[in-house]
């Protein structure tokens, strides 16, 4: 429930980030523009956190294998597809498409394997990045790819150029799993997601202040001084370790409080088991209600995005109540459950 409550808030905080600004001035900007460049990875390692839980056991992993495989294959025809409508979104659900091949490669990975490489991929990657940004500055333009680009040119929008490339968001995927190798269960393992994320996240904010302070900020993209930003979405190593390190405080918050209270964070719990279907939902209401849905000024646009996510929550409450799954949801699980189901009949328990 509390992995499920993370899912739930990631997508709220998209919704706030899609229909209002990504910075204003004062304390409301401040706090309303937060979720910008954090809800996204939020929602990416709780993916990372749902495939390590798939695979948890030997027996399992041949199923979680093919149903990674069945759900990036999805993902890359529904987020083409809602790229298509006119919302103003770079969607990420195609890019899903790579984060979970990413993770199908890793299901065999150890604990301390995936460690490893979420350390080195965190730190490599944004460089590898940045140094593809400035030599080839006319191609990492971070455009998002759609219905009507060529294989090669969504293959790079996926792996490299696009707004979640791979090459550096594998590294939120490649943490989600090892979180989800953890005894989540556990009190103390859930104090420590909270305070190591608190303290990460502080850390690199507090790196990237110091050093822009004495160093000042970069004049252009192929600047040296933009690994030393910590803004939102802009890929550099300090924006990824500081939104990597906040997530994993807001899962390791999400468990604590659902051991301890469930039917507290039982509402959020049942928005992130259809999170799915509402991220799709929000992006069509934006197709076709952009105009009194989305707004330029916080005071307009927290009304208006609290009302989506209440919708959403009172949608997901009602429809959870009566059946497992949500809409979409029900569509990627449909193949397996039938498989699980014809099993079950053939080697029936004694």
């Given at each position: 429930m509390g992995v499920d409550a993370a899912r739930g808030?990631?997508?709220?905080?998209?919704?706030?980030?899609?229909?209002?600004?990504?910075?204003?001035?004062?304390?409301?900007?401040?706090?309303?523009?937060?979720?910008?460049?954090?809800?996204?990875?939020?929602?990416?390692?709780?993916?990372?956190?749902?495939?390590?839980?798939?695979?948890?056991t030997d027996e399992r992993r041949?199923?979680?294998?093919?149903?990674?495989?069945?759900?990036?294959?999805?993902?890359?025809?529904?987020?083409?597809?809602?790229?298509?409508?006119d919302h103003g979104v770079?969607?990420?659900?195609?890019?899903?498409?790579?984060?979970?091949?990413?993770?199908?490669?890793?299901?065999?990975?150890?604990?301390?394997?995936?460690?490893?490489?979420?350390?080195?991929?965190?730190?490599?990657?944004?460089?590898?990045?940045?140094?593809?940004?400035?030599?080839?500055?006319?191609?990492?333009?971070?455009?998002?790819?759609?219905?009507?680009?060529?294989?090669?040119?969504?293959?790079?929008?996926?792996?490299?150029?696009?707004?979640y490339p791979v090459l550096v968001w594998g590294a939120i995927v490649i943490?989600?799993?090892?979180?989800?190798?953890q005894k989540l269960t556990y009190a103390s393992v859930q104090w420590i997601l909270i305070a190591s994320g608190i303290?990460?996240?502080?850390?690199?904010?507090?790196?990237?202040?110091?050093?822009?302070?004495?160093?000042?900020?970069?004049?252009?993209?192929?600047?040296?001084?933009?690994?030393?930003?910590?803004?939102?979405?802009?890929q550099?190593?300090?924006w990824l370790i500081s939104s990597i390190g906040s997530a994993t405080a807001l899962v390791g918050i999400g468990l604590a409080i659902g051991r301890r209270w469930p039917s507290a964070i039982w509402p959020l719990a049942a928005l992130g088991q259809v999170a799915l279907t509402y991220y799709i939902a929000h992006l069509v209401a934006l197709h076709f209600l952009e105009d009194r849905l989305r707004f330029s000024d916080v005071r307009h646009a927290a009304p208006s995005a609290m009302m989506l996510a209440v919708l959403g929550i009172g949608f997901a409450i009602a429809w959870r109540r009566y059946l497992r799954r949500g809409p979409v949801e029900w569509i990627m699980a449909r193949p397996f459950d039938r498989h699980r189901r014809r099993e079950a009949s053939q080697n029936p328990r004694p």
């Open positions: 808030l990631s997508v709220i905080g998209m919704t706030m980030v899609h229909v209002g600004p990504n910075s204003a001035e004062g304390l409301g900007g401040a706090i309303y523009g937060f979720p910008h460049g954090r809800a996204s990875v939020l929602f990416v390692l709780v993916a990372g956190i749902g495939a390590a839980l798939l695979s948890r041949w199923d979680a294998r093919l149903r990674l495989f069945w759900i990036a294959a999805l993902f890359l025809l529904i987020g083409l597809g809602l790229q298509s409508l770079a969607v990420i659900l195609q890019h899903y498409t790579a984060f979970y091949l990413l993770a199908l490669l890793l299901i065999p990975a150890s604990p301390s394997l995936l460690f490893g490489l979420g350390i080195a991929t965190a730190l490599v990657g944004p460089i590898a990045y940045f140094v593809l940004r400035r030599l080839l500055s006319d191609v990492v333009e971070r455009e998002t790819v759609g219905w009507g680009d060529g294989l090669g040119d969504v293959l790079a929008g996926l792996v490299l150029t696009g707004p943490w989600g799993m090892w979180i989800g190798r303290v990460v996240a502080i850390s690199a904010e507090a790196i990237s202040w110091l050093a822009l302070g004495q160093y000042g900020r970069p004049d252009d993209s192929t600047d040296w001084r933009n690994l030393l930003i910590a803004d939102g979405h802009s550099m190593p300090l």
